[in-house]
């Protein structure tokens, strides 16, 4: 530099600019620089002549003191990480603290896994009958109401299938109807016919009557022969009217009898005609595929134009009000956790916020006991690992409403040991 220039007389020194010795003056102690002849550390500083700049050595100057002497940036350092130090070393206690002090009042009686996840009920929306979806009135992950229709299947297939149902037990009603009145009608001719019997049972007493009294004369001089045969032959007379009359009410009883046993059998028609009617109107209104509860719908399975059979998936459905939790916990957790116990729940989509619930009900065997292959501990080298029985938490109606829960969100669970006299 221009005015860092070389000094003949002191060969062990440099001469420096004035922003260099305003930088200097900057760094250094308030002692030193106010005595610019103090003796640091071995580095002698002599008062300069008038108008030249102070010397320093060079071999006292560094990266470490950035451009400075090394005696005089170490001490501020120190200085400066005493106070830091302490503070830290205050707030790890105080942390420490303020831990121990949790866990003894609160965290001592805590039953905490993290292998828990919100379930609920869900209901699956499925075709009762089949056909063409012909309209998708609910969008996905839209919220329902119970009866609100889902999906729409093509319905003139079973609009005819209805008519003609309708048509068909008209005619059997009809049927029904005309077999009664021929049956009244044969009641009458048995009527009719009763009568003729009784009329000519009648007929028959007089002619015995007559027959008699002429067969009584016969011995007498006043009797005829004659007589006695038309008595005899009117007797006769009267007794195949009296068999007539009876064939004729066995024969109308008969018919009778015949007629009923049509109606009978036109009514069982009928009848079952009117269940098909029935089952053809429960078809079409299947046609339409509702809500069977209050929820959201979603995982929508089938497009406008697909073809569905009966039982086939529209779609899912989740209900309100429906939310659990199943929490996994290890088998050494188990001793303590019973249901009716109070629980923390922290769900990780609410930004750790809790809701709350109770133990409802633990399950009668380990995860592992109902999977579809269970293990077989039986053969070979066995390791022991710990298992997890699921517990189920219902959650707490007020927190039910809560928008943000879904079927699958992660948990952390925490199970209070003490009891609901320590709810929250």
């Known amino acids: 530099m221009d005015d860092l220039r070389p000094n003949a007389q002191r060969g062990d020194t440099t001469t420096l600019s004035a922003s260099e010795r305003e930088a200097t003056r900057s760094f250094a102690p308030p002692e030193e620089t106010a005595a610019p002849s103090r003796v640091t550390a071995g580095v002698a500083r002599a008062p300069s002549p008038p108008g030249n700049s102070p010397q320093v050595s060079p071999a ?104 003609s149902a309708k048509t068909r037990a008209d005619t059997l009603r009809a049927t029904v109807a005309r077999i009664g009145t021929q049956i009244e009608a044969q009641e009458a001719e048995i009527a009719q016919a009763t009568a003729q019997v009784t009329s000519a049972d009648a007929e028959s007493v007089r002619a015995e009557a007559d027959f008699k009294r002429a067969s009584a004369l016969l011995d007498t001089p006043a009797g005829l022969q004659k007589q006695v045969d038309e008595a005899r032959a009117g007797l006769d007379k009267a007794k195949a009217a009296v068999a007539a009359a009876k064939a004729g009410v066995a024969a109308a009883e008969g018919q009778r009898d015949v007629l009923t046993a049509q109606k009978v059998e036109a009514e069982r028609q009928l009848a079952e005609q009117l269940t098909q009617v029935h089952k053809a109107e429960l078809d079409l209104e299947n046609t339409d595929i509702r809500a069977p509860v209050d929820g959201v719908f979603g995982n929508r399975a089938v497009n406008i134009g697909a073809y569905v059979q009966p039982g086939g998936r529209i779609g899912a459905l989740v209900p309100d009000d429906s939310y659990y939790v199943e929490a996994n916990y290890k088998e050494t957790q188990l001793a303590h956790i019973k249901p009716g116990l109070p629980v923390t729940i922290s769900v990780d989509a609410l930004d750790g916020n809790a809701v709350h619930g109770t133990v409802t009900s633990i399950a009668p065997g380990s995860g592992a006991t109902f999977s579809l292959l269970p293990p077989e501990n039986a053969t070979g080298n066995f390791t022991k690992i710990t298992q997890r029985i699921p517990v189920r938490i219902d959650i707490s109606p007020a927190d039910q409403k809560n928008p943000i829960l879904r079927p699958g969100l992660s948990v952390v669970v925490d199970i209070d040991m003490r009891g609901s006299a320590a709810a929250h």
Request: hydrophobic fraction near 45%; aromatic fraction near 8%; glycine fraction near 8%.
């Open 60 to 163: 006292h100057t560094g990266a470490d003191g950035a451009g400075l002497p090394t005696s005089m940036a170490p001490p501020a350092k120190r200085s400066r990480r005493k106070p830091v130090l302490l503070v830290v070393a205050l707030v790890i206690v105080a942390g420490a603290g303020w831990v121990g002090e949790r866990w003894w009042t609160f965290g001592r009686f805590q039953i905490t896994t993290d292998d828990a996840y919100v379930q609920a009920d869900i209901t699956r929306v499925s075709a009762k009958v089949a056909g063409y979806i012909s309209a998708l009135p609910v969008e996905e992950n839209q919220s329902v109401k119970k009866g609100d229709i889902i999906a729409e299947i093509d319905k003139d297939d079973y609009q005819v299938a209805l008519d």
